[in-house]
Every structure is written in C-alpha cells, then in structure tokens.
C-alpha cells in the first residue's frame, strides 16, 4: 500500500475546500436544483451532433444532423459520421426542445464541463441572435482554484483527468450523456469536499 504523504493530505483537503466554497459563490450549494450538459460535435468547437441532459428527475438526449462535414480528430473521438446522423433532424428543431426541458425543470443551475466550448458549439449550430445556451464553466472553476495552488500550472483538468481526484463513472467518448453523468458525478463530490481517491497526475 502506497502510504500518501502528509502534506499530500493537506493540500487535498484544501483543494476539496476551495472547490466547494467556488461552486457556493455561484449559488450552487448542496441540494440545489442542478441541470448538466454534455454534447458530441462536428469538431472544435463545430456543430453540435449529440446532445444530453440531466435534468432533476430525468435525463434526456437528441442527435442532430450536422449541415458540414464532421472533422477527422472528432470522428476519431466518437465515431459518429453524417451517414449516421442523415436521419435526424437540424439542430435549430432539436434546440427547442432544449429549451422547453430546462424550463419545464424550473429553476435550474445549468453546468457544463467547458462551459464555453458548449455555448460556441451551440452558437455553430444556430441562426445569428438565437438565444444562447450559457451554462457554468466547472473547467474553469477547477481551473482557477488549481492555480490558486499551485500559480505555476500550464493546464486545464480534463473531465476523465478529474478521475485522479474523486472516483467518476467511466466516460465513453461517443456518448453525450456519459459526459453528462460523470460530470454529474464530479460536482457532486466536490460539493460534498470528499476525500480525494489518489495523487493526481504531475503538472
């Protein structure tokens, strides 16, 4: 058993602390009523292809067939091709439906890993003066209590990376609402300050 250095511990713990009390200066607080968004794209930040929420209660996920063609870095990512995606409606009739979930789930804290590579994704996928879909930026606040550690870190935490901090459901790469339920997952731990499971990567 590998035994965790004391100074490890400590900075863990405050790692979990200022995680939380960033989330709760967003209103997000344990038991609020939270929403979470993951989507797949023609590529980055592209169209927006796949995607899902959770909202209290239910979780919901629409494909969206893409006007150009899907990028090779992101086909290689989640395997979807315009051949797949020839069925299903444009973005701008799925947008919508969006739209009328989050509202029928009442007052919702919406969040997303990189909240603004979804709200470009979806902005992509949209007439000029749609309203937009503007979620809280969990990579950002991880992103910024990081580097309120350690000021020298050159880098932003992955989703699957937050793995190394608190335990997360395996993601599949070609599945929007597997992001969505690790994300899920990862708030929920850090509101909760729970103990870190392993020593995260080095920077």
Same mark, same amino acid.
């Given at each position: 058993?590998?035994?965790?250095?004391?100074?490890?511990?400590?900075?863990? =713990?405050? *790692?979990?602390?200022?995680? $939380?009390? %960033?989330? #709760?200066? #967003?209103?997000? !607080?344990?038991?609020?009523?939270?929403?979470?968004?993951?989507?797949? +794209?023609?590529?980055?930040?592209?169209?927006?292809?796949? !995607?899902?929420?959770?909202?209290?209660?239910?979780? #919901?996920?629409?494909?969206?067939?893409?006007?150009?063609?899907?990028? /090779?870095?992101?086909?290689?990512? #989640?395997?979807?091709?315009?051949?797949?995606? %020839?069925?299903?409606? &444009?973005?701008?009739?799925? @947008?919508?439906?969006?739209?009328?979930?989050?509202?029928? =789930?009442? &007052?919702? +804290?919406?969040? $997303?890993? +990189?909240?603004?590579?979804?709200? =470009?994704?979806?902005?992509?996928?949209?007439?000029?003066?749609? &309203?937009?879909?503007?979620?809280?930026?969990?990579?950002?606040?991880?992103?910024?209590?990081?580097?309120?550690?350690?000021?020298?870190?050159? @880098? !932003?935490?992955?989703? &699957? /990376?937050?793995? @190394?901090?608190?335990? +997360?459901?395996?993601?599949?790469? $070609?599945?929007?609402?597997?992001? =969505?339920?690790?994300?899920?997952?990862?708030?929920?731990? !850090?509101?909760?300050? *729970?103990?870190?499971?392993?020593?995260?990567?080095?920077?």
């Amino acid at each position: 058993m590998i035994e965790i250095p004391k100074n490890f511990e400590d900075q863990a =713990a405050q *790692r979990m602390t200022l995680y $939380a009390d %960033a989330l #709760h200066t #967003h209103g997000v !607080l344990p038991g609020a009523p939270l929403a979470f968004v993951g989507v797949l +794209t023609t590529g980055l930040p592209g169209e927006v292809i796949e !995607l899902a929420l959770i909202t209290p209660g239910a979780e #919901h996920v629409w494909r969206a067939q893409p006007l150009g063609p899907i990028e /090779g870095g992101a086909y290689r990512r #989640h395997g979807l091709t315009t051949l797949d995606l %020839a069925s299903e409606p &444009p973005f701008t009739q799925v @947008y919508p439906q969006v739209l009328e979930v989050l509202q029928s =789930a009442g &007052p919702v +804290t919406l969040i $997303a890993w +990189t909240g603004r590579f979804i709200t =470009a994704a979806v902005a992509a996928s949209l007439p000029p003066g749609t &309203p937009p879909l503007t979620p809280l930026d969990l990579q950002a606040i991880v992103d910024e209590q990081d580097r309120t550690l350690n000021p020298y870190a050159r @880098y !932003l935490p992955s989703l &699957p /990376g937050m793995g @190394y901090t608190v335990e +997360t459901p395996q993601i599949d790469p $070609a599945s929007a609402l597997s992001h =969505a339920r690790a994300l899920q997952a990862v708030t929920a731990a !850090l509101l909760e300050r *729970r103990s870190p499971r392993t020593i995260p990567p080095r920077w």
